[in-house]
T-cell receptor
Framework: KQEVTQIPAALSVPEGENLVLNCSFTDSAIYNLQWFRQDPGKGLTSLLLIQSSQREQTSGRLNASLDKSSGRSTLYIAASQPGDSATYLCAVRPDAGGTSYGKLTFGQGTILTVHP | DGGITQSPKYLFRKEGQNVTLSCEQNLNHDAMYWYRQDPGQGLRLIYYSQIVNDFQKGDIAEGYSVSREKKESFPLTVTSAQKNPTAFYLC?????????????FGDGTRLSIL
């Protein structure tokens, strides 16, 4: 059974700091990994999608890497800002066929606070 | 603007009552999904639909039902058989059912028990 773990559970940093969020998964048979942002009481905003054949994806100040063989992904946020404060979730799309076809398996999230 | 609209934002259920959560998308996406989010547990898949008039159970389908009569609509009914319905419910869609496509989410409905 695929399990996704995110470390740390919470992170508080001063504005301007570069930071790394970690995501690990137990089964390397995945189609892709997706990073999301969730603001309090809101839905999920897709940040980056990394296919299993890719090593990294970049969007603005965000860079996500994927090491499928070791079951790890990192989300790097450069020059953090208070507006980056949110919960960050990673999710993998298992390559297991059958009823797993439509499924994203989520981690529990990292709560990020960037203080001025 | 194109997007996924969930309504209502807040919903209250009485004991023994069925309630229906609405999810509408104008993105012309084929696939739609329902997830449940509980504090500290991440999101779990309830049902998904790859195409109109088709849907499949996810990991926690018991006590829920869905329909997909129109491409743009995927309502979720929380039945009285769901004994612990208090949660945040999120609807998502993707352009095709392909696992290579990203899923995009609505703003959610928070369901509570009266």
């Amino acid at each position: 059974k695929q399990e996704v773990t995110q470390i740390p559970a919470a992170l508080s940093v001063p504005e301007g700091e570069n930071l790394v969020l970690n995501c690990s998964f137990t089964d390397s048979a995945i189609y892709n990994l997706q990073w999301f942002r969730q603001d309090p009481g809101k839905g999920l905003t897709s940040l980056l999608l990394i296919q299993s054949s890719q090593r990294e994806q970049t969007s603005g100040r965000l860079n996500a890497s994927l090491d499928k063989s070791s079951g790890r992904s990192t989300l790097y946020i450069a020059a953090s800002q208070p507006g980056d404060s949110a919960t960050y979730l990673c999710a993998v799309r298992p390559d297991a066929g059958g009823t797993s076809y439509g499924k994203l398996t989520f981690g529990q999230g990292t709560i990020l606070t960037v203080h001025p | 603007d194109g997007g996924i609209t969930q309504s209502p934002k807040y919903l209250f259920r009485k004991e023994g009552q069925n309630v229906t959560l609405s999810c509408e998308q104008n993105l012309n996406h084929d696939a739609m999904y329902w997830y449940r989010q509980d504090p500290g547990q991440g999101l779990r898949l309830i049902y998904y639909s790859q195409i109109v008039n088709d849907f499949q159970k996810g990991d926690i389908a018991e006590g829920y039902s869905v329909s997909r009569e129109k491409k743009e609509s995927f309502p979720l009914t929380v039945t009285s058989a769901q004994k612990n319905p208090t949660a945040f419910y999120l609807c998502a869609s993707s352009i095709t059912p392909s696992p290579y496509q990203p899923q995009h989410f609505g703003d959610g409905t928070r369901l509570s028990i009266l």
